[in-house]
């Protein structure tokens, strides 16, 4: 059996996360995101030299050096804390975004506020807070995510819906009937743009559809085929995954980009999920999205230090550009013209 941390709390809670992540057994073991059948165009001509191809996107109003975010992972622990500062003087120093991990245990215990607090290592970036869809049933509403926002200094906000994973969680809140009508009188109500994300299970072509007249800024796919939050749930509270069947649910990447799209060709996209190289980032592009999200794939290396994050994303985005290149697209934007 599987051992990881004990103790009471929310701090405690993200700190089991982080070990349950790093295991293999939190990955979708059936289901893949589906971005492997899509094909990547090949142009034995391009035309033009590697060096000018052009990553830099423009997202929310914010001018990012290349299409990616790095993924919401964690804060409220001191351990977590040092993973959020690595990440965002990586981000800083390849201009790039970066999204939070729910910030609930920080409006709930001030005193952890620091170990989501970068902006003094990340002044530039384009940076997300983060709170989850099921506490706006349970008293959160724009005072709270106002606040959310307004202590990280954050340009944005996402709000998480994970139905599957509360439901797999002890205590989780599984209280979620008129959610959709409270987004939909608070998003248009904030300063600030709003993403709606799922966590790893997928936005189905449903939602999307409901979500697309709400005032969302962008829509985070966060498909399946990556980290299994049901899986991280069943080996934080009991140390093996004991109900793999059910912990397999959910929309893969590719398919919930393609859904995602044509339920909502007007809002802009982000593809996570399972993005583990630049190959996947291409594809998800060319399905579609604005920019990717990469999470799992940092964590380990954001325990070590911001140099082994950027080294990472370096590889990560030197592979985008040279598909980007073999395909013949001088930029971002041609790629998606080529799909349209």
Known sequence: MTHLSSGPGLSVRKLRHIEACLLPESQYQGVTTGLETVPWPYRALPELNLADVDLGVTFLGHHLQAPLLIGAMTGGAERAGQINRNLAIAA???????????????????????TFQVRDVAPDVLLVGNLGGAQFLLGYGAEQAQQAVAQVGADALAIHINPLQEALQVGGDTRWAGLGAQLADLVPSLPFPVILKEVGHGLDARTVQAAAGMGFGALDVAGAGGTSWARVEELVYHGVV???????????????????RQQAPA?????SGGI???????RALLLGAQVVAVARPLLE?????????????TGFLQELRVLLFVGGFADVSSLWASSS
């Open 92 to 114: 800083q120093r390849l201009g790039i975004g970066l999204m939070l991990g729910s910030q609930r245990v920080m409006l709930e215990r001030p005193e952890v506020a620091p």
């Open 242 to 260: 004991r109900r793999p069947d059910l912990c397999e649910i959910g929309v893969p990447t590719a398919q919930a980009l393609r859904d995602a």
């Open 267 to 271: 809002v802009p996209l982000i593809a």
């Open 276 to 282: 583990r190289t630049g190959l996947d980032a291409a």
């Open 301 to 313: 290396p954001a325990m070590d230090s911001a140099e082994a994050v950027e080294a990472w994303l």
